[in-house]
């Protein structure tokens, strides 16, 4: 593995595993039971021991991260291509939306007003908003790659690309225009 991606795939790694030490310092103050889903109305619906919530929520989201940035990796070296910008971006996806979860997943408990539904409207608005910025610019050589089927042309594949670029941030500033009546 290269250097680069052995530090991405450390670096992401550690980040999600990084909130594990606010759970410590929080831990003797958390209930036996912590919230772990919300409903669209804020209120808790689903609920863990609270040794799993703080330990293993982070640390299965590391497994899953270090398995994405693997995988990611291996697929574009078996087809002897650099990795896309926007595989890229989506690879920190999994780092942000972990940390995020976990500060909202123990401010509730201790009895912060953070409302579930805003944050991650939010955080997905800002990602979708990115992602769309990035879909447009995207070689015709990388989506051949990524798109199944494979647009029959460049001039296809650039239509593509700009409908989805478009709607991907029209998806996202529908989210944070959302905030308002959430």
Excluded at 31 to 45: G, R, S, V
Excluded at 100 to 115: A, D, H, K, Q
Excluded at 117 to 141: A, C, D, Q, R, V
Aim: a positive charge.
């Amino acid at each position: 593995m290269e250097k680069r991606i052995r530090k991405k795939l450390i670096l992401s790694v550690i980040i999600c595993l990084l909130p594990i030490i606010l759970g410590i310092a929080f831990y003797n103050k958390l209930p036996e039971q912590m919230p772990i889903h919300f409903t669209i109305n804020n209120t808790p619906d689903n609920y863990a021991p609270k040794n799993i919530a703080l330990f293993a929520v982070p640390a299965i989201m590391a497994i899953i991260q270090a398995i994405c940035i693997i995988f990611t990796t291996k697929i574009n070296k078996l087809n002897n291509t650099e990795i896309p910008r926007i595989v890229k971006i989506m690879e920190w996806f999994i780092p942000i939306i972990t940390v995020s979860l976990y500060i909202i997943m123990i401010e509730v408990p201790l009895g912060s007003t953070v409302f579930v539904g805003k944050s991650m409207s939010l955080i997905l608005g800002i990602f979708f908003i990115i992602i769309g910025n990035y879909l447009p610019k995207m070689s015709y050589e990388v989506g051949k790659k990524i798109f199944h089927p494979t647009p029959k042309s460049e001039k296809n594949f650039r239509k593509i690309s700009k409908i989805m670029g478009y709607s991907f941030i029209l998806i996202g500033v529908i989210l944070i225009i959302m905030l308002i009546w959430i």
